[in-house]
């Protein structure tokens, strides 16, 4: 089975401080990147997502870095807040025929205040 | 409407009960999905449905038998449940069966006593 790494597998920032979680692939087949956060007891929601053609995505505090070369992307909240402490989840997938996702162990965050 | 709705929120249940998990979206979705998420674990596929037909079966164990009986709806039929089915159940539907756009439910939180 095609797998996506994650880490770290749990992550305390301070307010005000930079959270970067990297994700690795080994599917090329792949070409969709979804970034999810989850509160406890809710499920995943779509924090930002990126295809393979843009090295950089940019929403708000969260950025998603890729580089195709190496199979990487990452998460990157700046100016991080209490209220980010969640589980992030990278993903991938392929937007091609029949898909699904493939998630990573996620990422347990939490800011301090 | 933008939102999967899953009832109950919470379900407790014997052994020897049946009881079914209810999903239902209008967002003209015709890709649902349902997983199963342990705690501090990334959600696990189980069933994909596509245009009302089950595509995907992850090797589920009988015990679990899903149900789609329109577009909108998915349900999830429980019966002789174990102690290690105890989950949160997750419900999601994207546009179509690509592994892209996905949304999340809040689930159902499932314990089997």
């Known amino acids: 089975q095609q797998q996506v790494k994650q880490s770290p597998q749990s992550l305390i920032v301070q307010k005000g401080g930079i959270s970067i979680i990297n994700c690795a692939y080994e599917n090329t087949a792949f070409d969709y990147f979804p970034w999810y956060q989850q509160f406890p007891g809710k499920g995943p929601a779509l924090l930002i997502a990126?295809?393979?053609?843009?090295s950089e995505k940019k929403e708000g505090r969260f950025t998603i870095s890729f580089n195709k070369s190496a199979k990487q992307f990452s998460l990157h909240i700046m100016d991080s807040q209490p209220g980010d402490s969640a589980t992030y989840f990278c993903?991938?997938?392929?937007?091609?025929?029949?898909?699904?996702?493939?998630f990573g162990k996620g990422t347990m965050l939490l800011v301090s205040p | 409407d933008t939102e999967v709705t899953q009832t109950p929120k919470h379900l407790v249940m014997g052994m020897t009960n049946k009881k079914s998990l209810k999903c239902e979206q209008h967002m003209g979705h015709r890709a649902m999905y349902w997983y199963k998420q342990k705690a501090k674990k990334p959600p696990e596929l189980m069933f994909v449905y596509s245009y009302e037909k089950l595509s995907i079966n992850e090797s589920v164990p009988s015990r679990f038998s899903p149900e789609c009986p329109n577009s909108s709806l998915l349900n999830l039929h429980l019966h002789a449940l174990q102690p290690e089915d105890s989950a949160l159940y997750l419900c999601?539907?994207?546009?179509?069966?690509?592994?892209?756009?996905?949304?999340f439910g809040s689930g159902t939180r499932l314990t089997v006593v």
């Open positions: 990126i295809r393979p053609d843009v």
């Open positions: 993903a991938a997938s392929s937007t091609s025929g029949y898909s699904t996702l493939t």
């Open positions: 999601a539907s994207s546009q179509d069966h690509g592994g892209y756009g996905y949304t």
